[in-house]
């Protein structure tokens, strides 16, 4: 509201608004009341909106917002942070107790039913039948009713070796080194912070084609659609397998240094200031 204010009274200032994820249905008369002046004062107050991913434009775009002041400017990662460590992978590896040998299949993210984790542990269980060496890990903390419901999951397949649910580590980087496919089997997303960081670490990933998945993953790494087709993931997990064993050169951080680096994430919003300016 204080945007409204500047306008209304004619400051000589740009206004920029901010779109940070999906547009989500608000829960109460108030949230309600402010979410639509914003849909409704889109139109008159921000000369500029960025958003952080091209589905989250168009989330808000079909509930009314103005379509040509927004600016898609994915997010960049930090490099630096997010690199391939093979000291990293040692340790984490361990920590967990996996062999050397094993095959590592991970999602990173909070729980939340939109996340489709019980069709991982489906998936999870058939992949494991097929090859034996994989084991699957999934790393966040979130809704406590829904752990429990995957735990109790876990159990009644008889995962209980095989699926781990552990909490988010303040070392994300040493989670993804020590993985070899992390993977999104999300029923909806904007920008997936989670595959961006797996890529720097030059990580393999699968992902439902969902959001703006199609956009950062590159060839070598895999979508599989709808969501919820377990076949489809189990196929995608092993195609992948197959690339990793046959040794082909992957350029997944490669990919995350051109399209997605913090570098680039400046540059874009200088550029957009700039002409905002003049």
């Known amino acids: 509201f204080l945007t409204i204010f500047f306008r209304l009274f004619k400051f000589n200032i740009k206004i920029i608004w901010g779109i940070r994820g999906l547009y989500n249905p608000p829960k109460g008369l ?4 402010i ?17 952080n991913s091209k589905e989250g434009k168009d989330s808000f775009v079909r509930k009314g917002m103005q379509q040509n002041k927004i600016k898609v400017i994915w997010n960049g990662v930090d490099t630096k942070e997010f690199n391939s460590n093979l000291n990293f992978r040692k340790f984490y590896r361990n920590k967990m ?6 095959i590592i299949i991970g999602m990173v993210g909070r ?19 097929i090859n034996s060496k994989c084991r699957f890990l999934i790393v966040g903390d979130g809704d406590v009713h829904l752990k429990n419901e995957l735990n109790q999951m876990i159990l009644d397949l008889n995962l209980n070796d095989i699926v781990k649910i ?15 496919i992390i993977t999104s089997v999300s029923k909806t997303e904007g920008l997936q912070n989670s595959l961006l960081e ?19 993953l ?20 092993l195609k992948v397998i197959e690339l990793m064993n046959s040794r082909v050169i992957y350029e997944g951080r490669n990919h995350i240094l051109k399209n997605f680096s913090i570098d680039l994430l400046v540059k874009k919003h200088e550029h957009c200031f700039q002409n905002l300016t003049n």
């Open 30 to 33: 108030f949230n309600n009341i």
């Open 166 to 180: 552990v909490p988010p580590s303040d070392e994300i980087s040493k989670v993804y080194n020590g993985m070899d």
């Open 35 to 51: 979410i639509h002046s914003n849909l409704v004062f889109s139109k008159i107050i921000p000369d500029l909106i960025i958003a």
């Open 97 to 102: 107790k996996y062999g050397n040998d094993q």
């Open 218 to 237: 590159n060839e070598k790494s895999l979508l599989f659609s709808p969501y919820n087709d377990v076949d489809a993931l189990i196929k995608s997990w």
């Open 198 to 216: 797996a890529m720097a670490c030059n990580k393999y990933c699968v992902a439902s084609d969902v959001g703006d998945s199609k956009f950062i």
């Open 111 to 129: 729980l939340h039913i939109d996340k489709n984790i019980d069709g991982f542990i489906s998936a999870a269980k058939k992949t494991f039948e």
